[in-house]
């Protein structure tokens, strides 16, 4: 399924029970405060699918981001900045994977089982 902006463009899809994002981190990440963002249209929408979690895939640095829908919904803050209501979910409270399986921190990398 198609996930879409107010304005109709296509930003993510429902894959199974997953909103899956895919963008360029340098481009798409909002820096202040630091954390994603979808239009909240888009959360609530996935959410009365049957999303459970949210995924995102950053095509320049190969990082993925993960939430569970509830999370995002528990801990997201709304931010307006001319392109319609959103809502965005601090970096923090991502769990963040390399391709190669490690998992990042803000201090250190770590391995993952």
Request: proline content about 3%.
């Amino acid at each position: 399924m198609k996930l879409r902006t107010y304005d109709g463009v296509v930003v993510a899809d429902l894959v199974g029970t997953t909103v899956v994002k895919r963008v360029k981190e340098k481009i798409h990440m909002l820096r202040t405060p630091p954390s994603w963002s979808f239009d909240k249209k888009i959360i609530d929408e996935a959410y009365a699918n049957g999303a459970t979690d949210i995924r995102i895939e950053t095509t320049d640095t190969d990082k993925v981001y993960k939430s569970s829908i509830k999370n995002f919904i528990d801990k997201a803050i709304t931010v307006d900045r001319g392109f319609g209501r959103q809502v965005a979910l601090l970096i923090e409270n991502w769990t963040t994977t390399t391709p190669e399986g490690q998992q990042m921190s803000l201090f250190k990398l770590e391995e993952t089982a």
